[in-house]
């Protein structure tokens, strides 16, 4: 049903605060405008009922009996819903520190005025999920009404393998199974998160010096020279 917040009252002989038309000597019908509030708040269709439920000043007019008493006014609401989801990035911390974060941010355009559910879904790109990479678990964000702007949180697995930023695809999908009448509510877009590596790899030699007799001619000896790679996070061996 429309509240009062929906709509109000005008017109010739209108008293909007006592809800009131007085019809003047002569004629027989007078007319009450219901001015429909022009907001930006998605709402399912409304109905405002109106009734004749009282006269004054003539006793020989009476309200009509049911159903002519009554009158039905149905309010549709243009304003429609875009759920977003914005690019983001984050970083692997360093050796001995706890898993990173990439966090995006959702946003709605517009109002709606009951809570509405929206899950967020994760797919591999360059970046592999179930924890390879990232934590690929959907999760779930509630809009309650007036709510605008959601984050949520990926973990991002803190690994010592040397690689360069890799991305991974968030996507918006409305919860199923909500009752949202005719509310018109868009949730499909997809954002990109990327993990920057932060590990680094250094080469070096196992031995600083060695030697070696040169051996006879034509058949010198052969010097084997081992050559190491030393993996470090964040600058931390």
Same mark, same amino acid.
């Given at each position: 049903?429309?509240?009062?917040?929906?709509?109000?009252?005008?017109?010739?002989?209108?008293?909007?605060?006592?809800?009131?038309?007085?019809?003047?000597?002569? &004629?027989?019908?007078?007319?009450?405008?219901?001015?429909?509030?022009?907001?930006?708040?998605?709402?399912?269709?409304?109905?405002?009922?109106?009734?004749?439920?009282?006269?004054?000043?003539?006793?020989?007019?009476?309200?009509?009996?049911?159903?002519?008493?009554?009158?039905?006014?149905?309010?549709?609401?243009?304003?429609?819903?875009?759920?977003?989801?914005?690019?983001?990035?984050?970083?692997?911390?360093? $050796?001995?520190?706890?898993?990173?974060?990439?966090?995006?941010?959702? &946003? @709605?355009?517009?109002?709606?005025?009951?809570?509405?559910?929206?899950?967020?879904?994760?797919?591999?790109?360059?970046?592999?999920?179930?924890?390879?990479?990232?934590?690929?678990?959907?999760?779930?964000?509630?809009?309650?009404?007036?709510?605008? &702007?959601?984050?949520?949180?990926?973990?991002?697995?803190?690994? $010592? *393998?040397?690689?360069?930023?890799?991305?991974?695809?968030? *996507? @918006?999908? @409305?919860?199923?199974?909500?009752?949202?009448?005719?509310?018109?509510?868009?949730?499909?877009?997809?954002?990109?998160?990327?993990?920057?590596?932060?590990?680094?790899?250094?080469?070096?030699?196992?031995?600083?010096?060695? &030697?070696?007799?040169?051996?006879?001619?034509?058949?010198?000896?052969?010097?084997?020279?081992?050559?190491?790679?030393?993996?470090?996070?964040?600058?931390?061996?």
């Amino acid at each position: 049903a429309a509240e009062t917040s929906d709509f109000t009252f005008s017109g010739t002989g209108v008293d909007a605060g006592a809800k009131t038309i007085t019809i003047a000597p002569g &004629s027989l019908s007078g007319t009450i405008n219901v001015d429909v509030v022009n907001d930006d708040v998605v709402e399912d269709t409304e109905t405002l009922t109106l009734n004749v439920t009282n006269v004054t000043g003539n006793t020989d007019i009476t309200v009509a009996s049911a159903p002519d008493d009554t009158a039905s006014l149905t309010i549709a609401s243009e304003d429609t819903a875009t759920f977003t989801i914005a690019d983001s990035s984050g970083d692997e911390n360093g $050796a001995g520190q706890a898993d990173g974060t990439v966090t995006f941010t959702v &946003s @709605l355009n517009n109002p709606i005025d009951v809570p509405v559910m929206v899950d967020v879904q994760f797919a591999d790109d360059t970046a592999t999920g179930g924890g390879t990479d990232f934590a690929s678990t959907l999760q779930r964000l509630t809009f309650n009404p007036g709510d605008q &702007s959601e984050t949520v949180d990926v973990t991002i697995t803190n690994d $010592a *393998m040397i690689e360069g930023p890799e991305t991974f695809d968030a *996507m @918006l999908v @409305l919860t199923t199974g909500q009752s949202l009448g005719t509310r018109s509510i868009t949730a499909t877009d997809t954002a990109t998160g990327t993990i920057n590596d932060n590990d680094t790899a250094v080469l070096s030699f196992d031995e600083a010096t060695t &030697s070696v007799n040169e051996g006879p001619v034509p058949n010198p000896n052969n010097v084997l020279v081992a050559v190491t790679l030393a993996v470090t996070a964040n600058g931390v061996s």
